[in-house]
Each structure stands twice: as C-alpha cells, then as structure tokens.
C-alpha cells in the first residue's frame, strides 16, 4: 500500500458544486501539504499544515480550504468549484526532523479535477 | 522571497547523451534543495537532494552538486536512458516554517 494515499484519483465536478479531495498518510509525519499542479506552472503550494492545530495558506489559497481531521489525514475542499481550478492535485508529507529543514517530501499519487 | 528557476523544456536526447538540467535559486536563509522527478501519471518522488553548501547529492547516476557562490544545484548524468524520460523538477527549503518551493520543471525525454 501507498505511504501517501489520495481519493479520488480523478473526478469530473460541475462548476458551482463542493468538492472534497482526500488525503491519508501512514509514514507518521507531522507536516502535510496540498499543491497544485498545471502545465508550465510547475507545483504551487495551496495550504500546508504542521500540526492538527497548525493550518496555514500557500501562495493560491483563494477558493480552497483544509481540514486536518486528524495527523494523518488533510482533506482539500473547493467550496465552489470554478474551471480554472481544474488541475492535477497532490497531496504530500514531510518530517520535522531536526528542525524540518533537511527533511524531504513524499507524495501521493494525485488526484485529476476537471471542472465542466 | 524565495524562488526557484530551472531551464525550460522540453530537452531532448539521443540515448547515452549527457544531460545537464540548470536551477538556480534565490532563498532567505540557508535553504535544502532537491531534485525530484516525476514519471507519467505518477506522483513526484525524490531524485536527491543536498543539505549544505559543496554538498554533491547522487542517486541512479544523477548528481547535483550545491553550489552557495552561484545559487545552483544543476542536475547532471553522464548517460541517459530512454527510461530517465520524465519531468525533473529542482526544489528549495528555507524560510519560516520550511515549506518547499518548486520550480516549473524541466521535461525531459531520451530517444533510442
């Protein structure tokens, strides 16, 4: 089984309806991560989270939001869906480690949102 | 603020070519820097990485080497493989909280 593990893997959403991406993890890190990927774009950060308590937004947090419903599991919710946020979505981890700085990131698989 | 900046693509080599992918950065603080590549519809998993300047991180017979004076950390392998066809992408740490910045990816593909 995958360390890191997303649902759905793709999902075809209309515009306006809510959507949640979920995300679970079994490595045991603290540190939880959503970016989004586009062509040319490369990965940009939406919401990372160090700690259940501890949410905090990335550089294109508009029209997103995030629950850490536990250490393991970081949900990703479009309030609103709107095509421009059709995408690949992925989901990582990391460890703190010492101080959190050397430490890598795993990812899922991600998961495919077209918005129509 | 912090960035990343590698070549654009796509690179395109004859099996057993030399490769070389450029990123350079710009961070507050002393950051990590990665490579991590991505192969067709897969997640992105760790190539290497280097945690301190003169650092060379090697993995598959990739290696990047981190070079403080320049702000670079470019990928290198000395033969490539048609199976090394993918999107490499470099990746800094740094700064409060230590989140990880991207750059926009470099594909690449090896022809036989």
């Known amino acids: 089984d995958a360390d890191v593990t997303q649902t759905p893997r793709n999902r075809i959403t209309k515009t306006g309806k809510r959507i949640m991406l979920e995300c679970s993890q079994t490595?045991?890190?603290?540190?939880m991560y959503w970016y989004r990927q586009d062509p040319g774009l490369g990965l940009r950060l939406i919401y990372y989270?160090?700690?259940?308590?501890?949410?905090n937004k990335g550089e294109i947090s508009d029209g997103y939001s995030v629950s850490r419903q536990a250490q393991a599991k970081f949900s990703l919710s479009l309030e609103s869906a709107i095509p421009n946020q059709t995408a690949l979505y992925f989901c990582?981890?990391?460890?703190?480690?010492?101080?959190?700085?050397?430490?890598?990131?795993?990812f899922g698989q991600g998961t495919r949102l077209t918005v129509v | 603020g912090n960035s990343v900046t590698q070549m654009e693509g796509p690179v395109t080599l004859s099996e057993e070519a030399f490769l070389t992918i450029n990123c350079t950065y710009t961070a507050t603080g002393y950051p990590s820097l990665f490579w991590y590549v991505q192969y067709p519809g897969e997640g992105l998993q760790l190539l290497l990485k280097?945690?301190?300047?003169?650092d060379k991180g090697s993995n598959k017979g990739f290696e990047a080497t981190y070079r403080k004076e320049t702000t670079s950390f470019h990928l290198e392998k000395g033969s490539v493989q048609v199976s090394d066809s993918a999107v490499y992408f470099c990746?800094?740490?740094?700064?409060?909280?230590?989140?990880?910045?991207f750059g926009k990816g470099t594909r690449l593909l090896v022809k036989p």
């Open positions: 990582a981890t990391s460890d703190t480690g010492t101080g959190g700085r050397n430490t890598e990131a795993f």
């Open positions: 490595k045991g890190h603290d540190r």
């Open positions: 990746a800094l740490k740094a700064g409060q909280g230590f989140s990880f910045i």
């Open positions: 280097a945690t301190k300047a003169d």
């Open positions: 989270s160090f700690d259940v308590k501890d949410i």
